[in-house]
């Protein structure tokens, strides 16, 4: 038990927590934050690799995910901020409609 | 010692993931992310990725959970109590799932050999992820700040006040 694979462990936990925000969480922002948190683990499991390994890719590739993830909550809190303005949906489960 | 660093990063790790899973309030839950955010950084010196560590601050601790706090201060929070906190049966549901998922991919990471040392490094981290991220990786870089040009422009379309 090196202590690379205790932080591959940390980062399982961390991925699948996100994917458990994802499914239980009602308001729109703490699902967005849920998936920052898938985000943040996979970057995790990146670094943890990438130490047992002996390269720097894995953090080159962690570089690519932050800016996915800056991206990712421009665009998806300019969706929850017009999602709100428009009809007044805060939760998950009031958007059933794709138009209206 | 090693192992006492990983004990306390990762208890606090732990413990703030699960404030963002279970906190009702949106505020806390950005401020136990910007929480989780500060132990992942931690996480990444303590492995030796110190670029990655400067920039997880720089970009997450800074920009994206300001965001997040600024879209928190626009919506009028009195209006959407309904919706706070979790799924009750959903949570149930998705439980056992979770747990199957964490026992069985942790028996994978935890018996599972692993690739062996590859080339030394020349322990200068800045230094090799910059030579490699600007000679091999050059056009998926570009293509990274294309991709954040578009995001921009979609955000600003989003954001705008419809006449």
Same mark, same amino acid.
């Given at each position: ?26 308001? #729109? ?49 300019? #969706? ?21 | ?15 703030? $993931? ?41 970009? %997450?601790?800074?920009?994206?959970? $300001?965001? %997040? ?17 979790? %799924? ?18 942790? %028996? ?56």
């Amino acid at each position: 038990m090196t202590i690379e694979k205790a932080y591959m462990l940390i980062s399982i936990f961390l991925f699948l927590s996100g994917l458990l925000g994802v499914i239980i969480r009602k308001n #729109l922002i703490t699902l967005l934050v849920s998936t920052e948190l898938m985000l943040n683990g996979v970057n995790l499991g990146f670094v943890a690799m990438d130490r047992m390994v002996g390269g720097v890719e894995g953090q080159v590739f962690s570089l690519f995910v932050l800016a996915v993830a800056a991206s990712e909550v421009a665009v998806g809190l300019g #969706l929850v901020v017009s999602i709100f303005r428009l009809k007044g949906y805060e939760g998950s489960s009031e958007i059933t409609h794709l138009r209206d | 010692m090693e192992w006492v660093i990983f004990g306390i990063l990762s208890l606090w790790l732990i413990l703030s $993931v699960l404030g963002v899973l279970f906190l009702k309030n949106p505020v806390h839950v950005v401020l136990s992310f910007l929480s989780v955010v500060l132990a992942t950084a931690g996480i990444f010196l303590h492995l030796g990725a110190e670029l990655l560590a400067g920039l997880q601050l720089i970009i %997450y601790a800074v920009a994206i959970v $300001v965001f %997040y706090v600024l879209v928190v201060t626009t919506i009028p929070w009195e209006k959407v109590k309904r919706f706070e906190g979790i %799924y009750l049966r959903e949570f149930l549901l998705a439980v056992p799932f979770f747990l199957l998922l964490v026992v069985a991919l942790s %028996y994978l990471a935890w018996s599972g050999s692993f690739a062996t040392k590859g080339f030394p490094l020349s322990g200068d981290n800045v230094r090799d992820v910059g030579k490699v991220l600007f000679t091999s990786y050059l056009f998926p870089f570009e293509l990274a700040s294309v991709i954040l040009l578009i995001a921009m422009v979609g955000a600003i379309l989003l954001g705008r006040k419809e006449d």
